[in-house]
């Protein structure tokens, strides 16, 4: 196995996201079908590197790209692969693939479309309690700024509070592997900033969905030094 390759359980293993290239974290997950062994690799990354580490991997090769971002893509003409599993979304960019539109669980590997503020058409991977999320729960920029759309990040939350998992697993972070409830309750905190219309002097219950731009919510503090 590339000596890069990290390993997280004895069925997933990690190669690290770099910065030169710009390259996503890639994940590989052992599993088995009616046709015995194979891998799943969720995305493909950028540079020799990733695409050597992808194509030295034995037998059967299924890919699942989290979303459609350059450095989640572009390996995929250098690699080689069985089948491959994007949204509609993703498809724009990769042309080929099959699209997910609902939850595949098969070997107790599941793939899950998830609400995301940073690309429309996010696919999480769940496996041995490890939710691997790619970019999906991080925030979208907007010119200089970074941002939340409250209704999608709403629907985000409620997505990781039904996630069968311990940990989560983001992309680009110093701490790729991050306990369950601190993340949900960072995302929590930053949906509690956005602004709540009111009805009669009321809170709305339905404030979630005052996603207009001007209600986006802005965490640029949290990437200040």
Not at 16 to 36: L, R, V
Not at 163 to 181: G, K, M, P, V
Not at 182 to 189: D, G, M, T
Request: net charge negative.
């Amino acid at each position: 196995m590339n000596s890069s390759i990290l390993q997280i359980t004895e069925r997933i293993s990690r190669l690290p996201a770099t910065t030169k290239p710009f390259s996503c974290d890639i994940i590989f997950i052992k599993a088995k079908d009616e046709q015995g062994d194979f891998t799943w690799i969720y995305d493909v990354g950028v540079g020799t590197g990733a695409a050597n580490a992808i194509n030295q991997i034995q037998g059967r090769k299924k890919i699942v790209i989290s979303h459609f971002h350059p450095d989640h893509i572009l390996n995929l003409p250098f690699v080689k692969y069985d089948e491959l599993f994007v949204t509609k979304y993703t498809k724009k960019y990769t042309r080929v693939g099959t699209i997910i539109t609902e939850p595949i669980d098969s070997d107790g590997v599941k793939i899950l479309p998830m609400p995301s503020s940073h690309a429309k058409g996010c696919l999480a991977i769940i496996c041995d309690g490890y939710a691997f999320l790619g970019d999906g729960a991080f925030c979208k920029y907007k010119g200089i700024h970074h941002v939340y759309n409250p209704q999608i990040l709403y629907e985000m939350i409620q997505f990781l509070e039904k996630a069968d998992c311990h940990h989560f697993c983001l992309d680009h972070e110093q701490n790729f592997i991050q306990e369950r409830e601190p993340v949900i309750n960072l995302y929590k905190e930053i949906y509690k900033r956005r602004n709540i219309k009111t009805t009669n002097g009321q809170p709305d219950c339905d404030s979630n969905k005052n996603s207009s731009e001007d209600n986006w919510i802005n965490v640029d503090d949290y990437f200040q030094n």
